[in-house]
């Protein structure tokens, strides 16, 4: 293969600076790309680089100006700072800085002048002025310009992570690579142990291990004792939330909102969700407005003033000593975008969920604590660099072809600097990775036989969220020299993540999002057009270290007809989770401070579905003679029952959580499965690899083959699952057995057991990598599982051979690195579950683990609504049982599914499939079933009678 069909050759015009192509060669066809203009490209618009569009504005230091959406009355103004509450020991507070001074010792020079040199370094006094001022502060900047990584540092040597018991800084993230990112970033510049690297040991140890940076992500938890400064995803603030609640004393109160209504200020069940090892929390990247962050921003905003209120309270009691001393909270919120005015505004009105049910008893405090506040707003200015911008004349037919061929137009006519290409998700990164590697290592031959300079090496860095910390850590390395980087990103690049040495940006113009119509109750990922606001965002990241050029592959007029900005997810979402942890946490949903209401029919549908999952039930209060309940009298309360208390607390979506613990009750059989399938389904990535070239798509489809069950594709996961860790124990026990022979090099023979199992993968087009996430998550739900009392088989193997396991491990406790499953043999039972080799299995769990009845039938408890019946009119279509006429939509089952007609017949089953269960349905051509299982119909009856 030459390069003579690629793109610098065929496609893209070669037209005279300042073209990005060579301009001798004027006779090449006409090219897509055709730059519409060359100006300054303003990555931020005036009123961003000045002041406030809507408030005046001061000067507060070099580079930083401040305006704020002013409050009522000047009285509110100054709240309590930090430095002057009485809870901090003065020995204490000048520690952050001396700390920081001797460690910083260990930082590498160049990086302290990196930090002194950004935007935000100027501004660093009136960032923690204006903190110790206000309650609630929104810092607004350019990517890059400094925010997530300084301000953390700044308030941490300001004596903000200081006060006694000692309090932490949280930075929450939308994203989990940015989470991890950041927090290792920091803990460079901090001179701090990699808290990636955090030794899988426990107790003390662990402690010792840790720095003051930390992070925590779902299923991976890195932080210790010692950590200050902590970057977390949404998703774990929430959680914790949630788990103070079930946690702490007053437990029962999960049972039934009741006591956390009734409780008094002195109660540690209105203490339990109020974020209380945090000092200052910063919620970051608002401006994305993941339902996630939504939640946060509004329960952040009550917390905060639920907190000054009881400390309002505890102080005008004289303090009782029998009482733990409640501080204020600091709210920093950060976005990239100019919705700063939204959020100011959004702090600084009183919080309507803390007024309708209030916990205090003095109405006066109350008032007084949730009164309007005053939220200055500080703006970054970044240093932006011109970016020239192109367009495509045409819309791009294959826009991942236009994106490999301008990539290699960039890389062959252009400057050194390296590539950023915005993609939609993983998949194409995948493909497009691929196919640059192959043109990549044909450039000396073209550069030969066109007699042109032999161009640069290309390095092809992928960046998606279900990378691991070290597969991204390529992307943030210096690029080698006579080198070009090409990242392949999705939109995580747009502003979480700054990648230095990025000159060129590629945008296709797409990004994967979530929708969710309420009415038919699904959420799909469908890849849709990004907003302008996104687009200029990536066009930025072109002109952070110096003048550079985005391409955009599609038209200028497709630019101009793309909305302005994007819309929140609350909006396109399925609110059912975010329901009932808002109930897990004794918070109303219909009373909740929404940044956006969200829409009535979505609310009502996701309550009417927890209900109809048994999370959440109607209760009508009572009449109590002389009681304080008469005001309350006949009204309708949403409360959360046991098992809604139980899923709140599992990681997973409710339709998960609330099949586990189905099949919790079906016994340790099924338990262990439908964990494990848990585990699967909750990986970001397939555990058998598609590719994409016919060739080997079959041999794949022969490989998978051997792992096909009968019911569908939830078993056949599993069975590739526990085939992978059949091979794995094969291959530990070989080696172990080689090694007791003596006379051997033991790391030799565990390399070559690894390797044995990487050929396992390879020829059974497993994905080892994507099988090892499993395996990790399959872990810390093991953990989850064992604290619920949802007892799984593998886990009474365990206890039985070995009666002295610690039983409920503390969570923060649990080593959680990413390797295999463990070695003390604990995988041994439950392994061999296929049809082929279940031999291992108990007689009696024989029955689950040939027909996978329990599993089917634990999962269909979770999601009735993924339940479908054939469609008698038109062949292999199926109609959801629930819907309604206006979500009467039929759909087929994917083409990728064990179950597709064109499969079954191959097999020669004719099989009848009138009734399946489904993961989710997803829109390409026309609307398909996606994980499907067989199920019998008579189950849905048995069901949905229960219901
Ligand atoms: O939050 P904001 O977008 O304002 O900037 P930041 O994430 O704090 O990044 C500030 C600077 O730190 C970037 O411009 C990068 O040069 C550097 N950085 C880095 O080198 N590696 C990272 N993983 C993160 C940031
Ligand atoms: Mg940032």
Redesign the pocket.
């Given at each position: 293969m030459g390069l003579a069909a690629s793109p610098q050759k065929k496609r893209h015009r070669q037209d005279p600076q300042p073209s990005p192509s060579s301009p001798s060669t004027s006779s090449n066809p006409a090219s897509p790309i055709k730059k519409i203009k060359k100006s300054k490209y303003a990555n931020a618009p005036p009123a961003f680089l000045h002041n406030g569009p809507t408030s005046s504005a001061s000067k507060l230091s070099n580079g930083i100006s401040s305006t704020s959406v002013a409050g009522t009355s000047s009285s509110t103004l100054a709240p309590s700072s930090p430095s002057r509450s009485r809870t901090v020991p003065a020995s204490n507070v000048s520690n952050g800085l001396k700390w920081t001074e001797s460690a910083l010792k260990n930082v590498d020079p160049r990086i302290v002048e990196?930090r002194a040199a950004?935007p935000?370094a100027s501004g660093q006094q009136a960032i923690i002025d204006a903190v110790r001022a206000y309650d609630t502060v929104v810092v607004l900047?350019?990517?890059?310009?400094?925010?997530?990584?300084?301000i953390p540092q700044y308030l941490f040597q300001a004596g903000f992570a200081e006060r006694h018991p000692v309090q932490m800084i949280g930075v929450t993230q939308p994203r989990r690579v940015a989470a991890t990112?950041?927090a290792?970033?920091v803990a460079v510049e901090m001179g701090q142990p990699d808290p990636a690297m955090l030794p899988s040991v426990k107790g003390k140890a662990r402690t010792a291990a840790g720095g003051i940076v930390g992070y925590s992500i779902r299923f991976e938890d890195r932080t210790t004792r010692n950590t200050r400064i902590k970057f977390m995803t949404d998703g774990m603030v929430l959680r914790e939330m949630i788990g103070d609640v079930a946690y702490g004393p007053s437990s029962k109160s999960i049972a039934s909102n009741d006591a956390l209504e009734s409780t008094s200020s002195s109660s540690a069940a209105v203490r339990s969700n109020l974020l209380l090892k945090y000092s200052v929390l910063i919620i970051?990247e608002a401006h994305e407005r993941t339902l996630r962050t939504d939640q946060v921003l509004g329960l952040a905003k009550r917390i905060q003033r639920e907190r000054k209120a009881l400390r309002q309270s505890w102080l005008d009691r004289g303090k009782p000593s029998n009482e733990t001393e409640i501080t204020e909270l600091k709210i920093i919120v950060?976005s990239?975008t100019l919705d700063a005015d939204r959020f100011a505004n959004f702090f600084a009105t009183p919080s309507r969920a803390l007024a309708a049910n209030a916990t205090l008893t003095d109405p006066k405090i109350l008032t007084a604590a949730n009164d309007k506040q005053h939220v200055p707003i500080l703006y970054?200015k970044g240093r932006q660099h011109e970016v020239t911008m192109f367009h495509t004349e045409e819309p791009a037919q294959e826009w991942t072809d236009a994106a490999l061929r301008t990539v290699l137009q960039i890389h062959v006519s252009r400057p050194p600097g390296d590539i950023l290409v915005f993609m939609t998700g993983q998949d194409e990164i995948d493909t497009l990775a691929r196919s640059l590697e192959l043109y990549s290592s044909e450039l000396p031959a073209w550069a030969e036989a066109e007699s042109k300079p032999l161009p640069m090496s290309l390095m092809i860095a992928p960046l998606y969220a279900a990378l691991g910390p070290s597969a991204s850590a390529k992307v943030?390395a210096p690029t080698p020299p006579r080198t070009r980087k090409v990242v392949l990103a999705t939109n995580i690049a747009e502003?979480s993540?700054?990648i230095?040495g990025i000159v060129f940006v590629v945008d296709c113009g797409l990004a994967k999002e979530k929708t969710y119509t309420p009415g038919t109750a699904v959420e799909t990922l469908e890849v849709s057009e990004i907003s302008q606001s996104a687009a200029r965002q990536r066009a930025g990241r072109a002109g952070?270290e110096r003048s550079g050029e985005c391409y955009r592959l599609y038209t200028q007029e497709a630019f101009k007809g793309l909305a302005l900005a994007g819309t929140p997810e609350i909006v396109r979402t399925d609110l059912a989770a975010a329901v009932l942890q808002l109930c897990a946490m004794g918070q109303d949903p219909y009373t909740f401070d929404w940044l956006d209401q969200p829409d009535a029919t979505g609310l009502q549908e996701s309550v009417l579905q927890l209900i109809q999952l048994g999370a959440l039930d109607i209760k009508t209060l009572p009449a109590l003679n002389g009681s304080d309940g008469e005001a309350e009298k006949g009204k309708a309360k949403l409360v959360l029952t046991a098992i809604g208390g139980k899923m709140a607390m599992l990681p997973v979506s409710p339709a998960y959580s609330r099949s586990l613990i189905a099949a919790g009750e079906r016994g340790p059989t099924v338990a262990r499965q439908v964990r494990d399938l848990i585990a699967i389904l909750s990986s970001d990535r397939s555990i058998l690899v598609e590719p994409s070239d016919p060739e080997k798509r079959d041999e794949a489809n022969k490989a998978k083959s051997t792992f096909i069950h009968p019911t569908g594709d939830h078993a056949t996961l599993l069975t590739v699952l526990y085939s992978y860790l059949g091979e794995s124990d094969k291959a530990r026990a070989m080696s172990k057995a080689r090694k007791t022979e003596g006379k051997v090099d033991v790391k030799v023979v565990e390399k070559e057991a690894r390797e044995q199992v990487r050929a396992w993968c390879s020829n059974h087009f497993v994905h080892e990598k994507a099988v090892k996430n499993v395996l990790h998550i399959r872990k810390q739900l093991r953990t989850i599982c064992r604290q619920q009392k949802i007892l799984c088989d593998d886990d009474l193997q365990e206890k039985l051979a070995n009666s002295t396991s610690a039983q409920d491990e503390d969570p923060s406790e649990e080593e959680s690195d990413s390797s295999s499953s463990s070695g003390k043999g604990v995988d041994k039972t439950g392994l061999f579950v296929t049809r082929k080799t279940n031999g291992i299995s108990k007689p009696s769990d024989d029955e689950e683990d040939t027909h996978f009845t329990g599993l089917r039938q634990s999962l269909l408890e979770g999601r009735i609504a993924n339940a479908a019946l054939k469609n008698p009119s038109t062949p292999n279509t199926y109609k959801r049982i629930t819907s309604s006429a206006s979500a009467g939509a039929t759909f087929k089952i994917h083409p990728s599914s064990t179950l597709h007609p064109s499969k079954l017949a191959r097999e020669g089953g004719g099989k009848k499939l009138d009734a399946i269960l489904f993961e989710e349905l997803v829109f390409t051509t026309q609307t398909f079933a996606r994980t499907v299982s067989v199920i019998e119909p008579s189950w849905l009856q048995e069901f949905a009678q229960r219901g």
């Open positions: 990196a950004l935000i900047g350019e990517t890059g310009s400094g925010k997530t990584t300084q990112s950041l290792r970033r970051d950060m990239a970054v943030f502003t993540i700054t230095p952070r």
